[in-house]
């Protein structure tokens, strides 16, 4: 089995959603289960094919979380269990948070290099056009 994200008391809240929000139709088989899905799914960051069997097919908790996404179930969900935060997760600053260690060193950004358009339309700069002109050369 895998390990459980919610504790009993934070189920009790989202079940309380879920119950208030219940429509018509066959009821869900286990909506605990479903929701331990959702959210080992979003912590690993693993495709849906590779959902433990302990939540069951891998199809039906994707079909599932898919509909419920096009209805915004989740967002009235979000809402609902916003007004009891869980401070135990805040970050207060970026000094406890770590940057991956490629992240340090080296210059950033893309190399400047000009644009044929730029150059085709810049004034030349070479001295010998400027100054023919001016000072016409005497040798024949």
Known sequence: MVRQQLDDRQWAKVAAFL??????GRPPKDNRNF???VLWWRRTGVPWRDLPD???PWKTVFNRF?????????????????TDTDDEWHSLDSTINRAH??????????????????EAGARQRSTLSSTHSVFPSSSK
């Open 54 to 56: 302990a939540f069951g």
């Open 35 to 37: 929701i331990e899905a």
């Open 101 to 118: 260690q490629h992240a340090a060193g080296g210059k950033g950004g893309p190399k400047r290099t000009p644009s044929a358009a730029h």
């Open 66 to 82: 898919d509909r419920w996404s096009k209805k915004g179930k989740w967002q009235q969900l979000f809402a609902a269990l916003k």
């Open 19 to 24: 119950d208030s929000e219940r429509g018509g």
